[in-house]
């Protein structure tokens, strides 16, 4: 009786489960956000540095891992090539963002992941969308655009050049979308420590590249204090840990869903402004995120499982998408013309 109970309730302790890792994930996210924006109030333009000790910490446990284990790559590495560039410069547009735009612009504007994210799986995955799915997503662009308005009417206290801050966001999230779905697309070859370990190998490599072509003479000019490096420090954990965590909530949820969870992140961010940097968040900012908030409930409450299609393996959990690989290119066009 108690194992029956037990198969049941499987579903909503598996959804439990990826809430609180959505969570963690997104308290990651935050504490991200307060260490970049805190680097770039203290006037050190280095927001490739800034991520290269994240991806140098990657490569260095988890390639520790690979060489341990002396297996062949399940991805081709020309892919992960890719995949850390579009990382790489994801996050050096919206770190670069925070020297120009406020925290809360910032964060609530990352969300436009999720519509890109939206539109990637949607052309390239071959998962289908109902109308009332792309209704929330259009409400959740509208709070987005709330933001938008609020620095077009006030940049007082949202940064030097709030809307120039906005367009790199949003820019940077264009990126995100191509790495998360990237990402997810490599997870599903099953090993999620090679997924880390390259991007960790590669991001690092792009990064040094460029640190040396456009950050080297910054760096040298630099007063490093401890509380620059302290948050560099508390940069590159919390983002281990972020790129630890997310390949595992992939596997288990998608690239739409996984961004959608990750929401809560912007409410630590009004946190943070108004007790840390003492600045008042505007009306607007609220009214942004409830939209956001409503949109997410619309898309979640219509969500629907993907039709029954050939799958890759270990990829039975529900997913609300559909892998595109070589063998399946024949269903994919046929969804894509439909």
């Known amino acids: 009786m108690s194992r029956g109970w037990w198969r049941n309730h499987d579903s909503i302790f598996r959804t439990l489960f990826l809430l609180f890792l959505g969570q ?8 991200m956000s307060f260490t ?16 290269f000790f994240s991806y140098l910490a990657l490569a ?3 390639g520790s891992v690979m060489l341990y284990r002396r297996q062949k790559l399940l991805v081709p590495w020309y892919w992960y090539v890719l995949l850390g560039f579009v990382d790489v410069h994801g996050n050096y547009l919206v770190n670069k963002a925070y020297e120009f735009s406020s925290i809360t612009s910032v964060t609530i504007l ?4 999720i519509a890109w994210v939206i539109l990637l799986t949607w052309i390239f995955l071959g998962t289908k969308y109902s109308g009332w799915q792309f209704f929330g997503a259009a409400i959740c662009l509208a709070g987005l655009g709330l933001v938008l308005l609020s620095d077009a009417w006030d940049g007082s206290e949202g940064g030097s050049k709030p809307l120039l801050g906005d367009i790199l966001v949003i820019t940077g999230t264009i990126f995100f979308a191509l790495s998360n779905v990237g990402e997810e697309f490599c997870v599903k070859k099953k090993d999620r420590v090679e997924v880390v370990t390259m991007i960790g190998l590669f991001g690092m490599v792009v990064s040094a590249f460029e640190i040396a072509i456009l950050e080297r003479k910054i760096l040298l000019s630099v007063t490093w204090s401890a509380e620059i490096m302290a948050a560099f420090a508390g940069y590159a954990a919390s983002s281990f840990m972020f790129y630890t965590l997310v390949p595992f909530v992939l596997k288990m949820s998608g690239s739409t869903l996984f961004n959608l969870s990750l929401l809560t992140s912007d409410m630590w961010a009004v946190v943070i402004r108004i007790f840390f940097y003492k600045q008042k968040v ?6 942004a995120f409830a939209l956001v908030v409503v949109g997410i409930f619309v898309y979640s409450k219509t969500k629907k499982d993907p039709e029954s299609i050939p799958a890759i393996q270990d990829a039975d959990h529900n997913l609300a998408y559909r892998l595109l690989d070589e063998e399946n290119s024949d269903t994919r066009n046929d969804t894509a013309v439909s």
Request: glycine residues 2%; aromatic residues 16%; hydrophobic residues 55%.
């Open 36 to 51: 970049a924006s805190l680097i770039a109030t203290q006037g050190v333009d280095a927001p490739l540095t800034l991520s």
């Open 60 to 62: 260095l446990v988890y």
């Open 24 to 31: 963690v994930v997104s308290f990651n996210i935050a504490i």
């Open 282 to 287: 505007d009306w607007l900012y609220f009214l």
């Open 110 to 113: 990352d969300c436009w992941t």
